[in-house]
């Protein structure tokens, strides 16, 4: 029996063009492979202050979760998706990568430089419902509008930001 992360390289390695390619750099000096959207799935990336929390959203839903990569440097969080030739997502900061778009993604087990898993594909071919990633977008954006409306927070961190606001309108001091 193949161990889960052997399996989630194998399922991650088969949207290359050559497979055995793909898993010699993942082991190679980058450890990234560039692999094509839209045969096994497609990749829904959005900012980082949207896509973790809508993500943390997702991960209390009691369905398997799809993969999530993030990309530390852009500041950016990727839902892998069921292909979708048709697939339209429009917003502020939303990029969408279907048949066509390729993807830099790290080994199933580890990070690499900028790129690291958020949830680690399986290797079953779990993915994330666009339905249900849509909802937690629209929460995540909800949570984030009504924090802006009280004080402005570092999204990584949660501190206050200059020109950050009190309960009452005043500025801390």
């Known amino acids: 029996m193949r161990s889960a992360t052997r399996q989630a390289m194998e399922w991650l390695a088969a ?8 898993k010699r750099q993942w082991h190679g000096d980058t450890g990234v492979a560039v692999l094509a959207c839209g045969r096994f799935w497609d990749v829904l990336s959005v900012p980082e202050d949207l896509g973790m929390p809508a993500l943390d959203t997702l991960l ?3 369905q398997p979760p799809g993969p999530a990569l993030a990309d530390t440097a852009a500041r950016r969080v990727a839902f892998f ?38 949830v680690p594909p399986d290797g079953t071919g779990s993915l994330f419902v666009p339905a249900t990633v849509e909802l937690a977008l629209q929460v995540a ?5 009504g924090q802006s409306s009280t ?11 200059a020109g950050a606001r009190n309960q009452s309108g005043d500025r801390p001091g």
């Open 141 to 145: 954006l909800g949570r984030l509008t």
């Open 151 to 161: 004080k402005r927070r570092c999204p990584t961190c949660g501190a206050p930001t």
């Open 60 to 62: 209390c839903i009691p």
């Open 15 to 22: 949207a290359s063009t050559d497979p055995r390619t793909c």
């Open 81 to 118: 998706l069921p292909p979708d030739p048709e697939g339209r997502w429009i917003g502020s900061g939303i990029q969408y990568a279907g048949q066509g778009t390729w993807l830099a993604v790290p080994a199933p087990h580890r990070a690499a430089g900028r790129l690291r898993w958020l």
